[in-house]
């Protein structure tokens, strides 16, 4: 029964320890600020963690903070490879779209700051950022 329950101990450890899957996480850097609903993120490194297929999505920076939970909209189609993009309002940079490998993308609804910038600005440029592995 000890070796049982050493056993067990140990494979939960163990589990600990192993990195989340893959298509389940991605991970970039930024050389600009992003904002990412209403919350503006310096420049860094970050993880993208999908919480749930329903969309919450777990943003932190490679330090641990900033940490941001963020609601996105599962979509219906998807870029097929792995992509962070941006709407690009002036200088300012929103985060709107995740595809993950695994060929699930979410889509980050408008938030009070895109309003405002959309309104200042105009219609937005694309950009994208490439996962880094």
């Known amino acids: ?9 140990l494979l939960l450890l163990v589990a ?16 600009t600020p992003f904002v990412v609903d209403n919350t503006t993120l ?10 749930s297929d329903e969309g919450e999505l777990e943003l932190s920076a490679a330090a641990g903070a900033p940490q941001v939970i ?3 909209d599962p979509m219906e189609t998807s870029s097929g ?17 995740i595809d993950f490998p ?14 405002h910038h959309r309104k200042a600005s105009g219609k ?5 950022i490439t996962p880094t592995k």
């Open 70 to 72: 963020v609601e996105a």
């Open 102 to 115: 695994d060929q699930n993308s979410f889509w980050v609804p408008m938030s009070a700051t895109e309003k």
């Open 42 to 51: 310096p420049a860094g490194s970050y993880t993208i963690r999908r919480m």
């Open 81 to 97: 490879k792995a992509n962070i993009q941006f709407a690009k309002y002036g200088d300012k940079l929103i985060l709107k779209q």
């Open 16 to 31: 600990s320890f192993v990195p989340a899957q893959d298509g389940n996480t991605l991970k970039f850097k930024t050389t």
């Open 1 to 9: 029964m000890r070796r049982i329950l050493l056993l067990s101990f």
């Open 124 to 128: 937005p440029t694309k950009t994208s």
